[in-house]
């Protein structure tokens, strides 16, 4: 027997910035600062990344490129792990991810790579609740995921080793 099933989730769309409640503001002005520090010399394409603590603190991280390019680290990852680093154990509330180039203007929300999806849904399946994700590019409108699950669908995580 053959079952076929949908998989689909709600998102929420602001049409800018402005329209973000103030903690959505805060915390995606943070990631906006983080992206204007961003090391990205050979992409030119720079990404900040702002997590909310269960405590109220916001950890910041931007992408980080190397000349050798594997080397270089993308900014949800510098901040996942930053966070990690920091307050292990510690629930994160949410993630707020905004990129620019300095090619070409940005005007849809950057979302993370397959890489660091996987790398936030560790943490988001290790504390059991999930991890709100706001997308921006650098202008125009603002994506509301409500779990990073949504993003990795049929993910992988520490269960299937047990
Ligand atoms: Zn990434």
Known sequence: MINRKK?????????AFNELNDAGQTLM???VKA???AYA?????NVGASVLMDNGEIIEG?????????SGLCAERVAIFYAGAKYPGMSIRAIAITAASLNHEVSEPAAPCGNCRQAISEYEFRQGEPIRILLMGETGS???CN???DLLPLGFNSSFLN
């Open 7 to 15: 998989i689909s989730f709600d998102v929420t769309v602001y049409d």
């Open 29 to 31: 002005s943070a990631a």
């Open 62 to 70: 931007n992408n980080q490129e190397n000349a050798s390019y594997p």
């Open 147 to 149: 779990s990073l699950a």
């Open 35 to 37: 992206r204007q520090r």
């Open 142 to 144: 603002v994506i509301e």
């Open 41 to 45: 010399p050979y992409s030119s394409f």
